[in-house]
């Protein structure tokens, strides 16, 4: 089966931290670039972090300075670490890999990924 799930979502107080984690097995490797997206009701998906097959990353203005993506290429696993939430970071978070062959630093575009996990929700209160 080829699938992404992701973890780590749930809800925190303005200022907080949460890291998110999606399993993404092969998709890890150098053959994939990845990224992380968000999406709230009635809104076009968003770009938030990308990291690329050539390692490089990328991330929207908004989350520049406050949220980190990485990877672990031995555990399979690929995080955000997403610190000084604030209500505006409200939103279903998905994890997504794609390997087109002329994309190579990371992407916050969502139509160059064709593999995407169900999502997990980050909801950020007073």
Same mark, same amino acid.
């Given at each position: 089966? /080829?699938?992404? /799930?992701?973890?780590? +979502?749930g809800s925190v107080q303005a200022g907080g931290s949460l890291r998110l984690s999606c399993a993404a097995g092969r998709y890890t490797t150098s053959l994939f670039y990845m990224g992380? #997206?968000?999406? *709230?009701?009635? $809104?076009?998906?968003? &770009? /938030? =972090? &990308?990291? +690329?097959?050539? &390692?490089t990353v990328i991330y929207a203005d908004s989350v520049k &300075?406050? #949220? *980190?993506?990485? !990877?672990? $290429? =031995? !555990?399979?696993i690929l995080y955000l670490q997403m610190n000084s939430l604030t209500h505006e970071d409200t939103a279903m978070y998905y994890c997504a890999a794609g390997r087109k062959y002329w994309v190579a630093a990371g992407s916050l575009e969502s139509s160059v990924y064709n593999v995407w996990g169900q999502g997990t929700? /980050? *909801?950020v209160s007073s």
């Open positions: 089966q /080829v699938e992404l /799930v992701e973890s780590g +979502g992380w #997206f968000r999406q *709230t009701p009635g $809104n076009e998906r968003e &770009g /938030v =972090a &990308g990291i +690329g097959r050539d &390692g &300075g406050r #949220f *980190t993506i990485s !990877k672990d $290429n =031995a !555990k399979e929700q /980050v *909801t």
